[in-house]
């Protein structure tokens, strides 16, 4: 597995967790009798749930990625997601040390754009 940023530079080869599926719009409402509706609006997207390990230029990267709105793509077996993060990466250190030595956990929601076979 890989993580490219936009001009298809690899970020990180490090990626414990990259699980897509698909997340759609669910309006729920209780009705008078108290039983429950349930109506779906439009199709459902698909969203990657990725942990990536990086150092200090990759995190550097995906949040400047996550804060211009700028594609990421992480390659999955033989499937490629390009998407946008949908909120800034929760990091933390795996492995202190002095900067540029550091080791950073990071996890974050993409939203795909694109979708193929490698």
Known sequence: MRLLDASDNVITTMIPLALPRLEGIKVENQLLDGSYHFQTIGEPGTIVEVEV???ETGRSTVDESEAEAAPLTVERDTTYYTGILRSPVSWRVVRPGAVG????RGTFVMA?????SI
């Open 112 to 116: 795909v754009t694109e979708e193929g």
């Open 101 to 104: 030595d550091r080791l950073y």
């Open 53 to 55: 390990i990086v150092g």
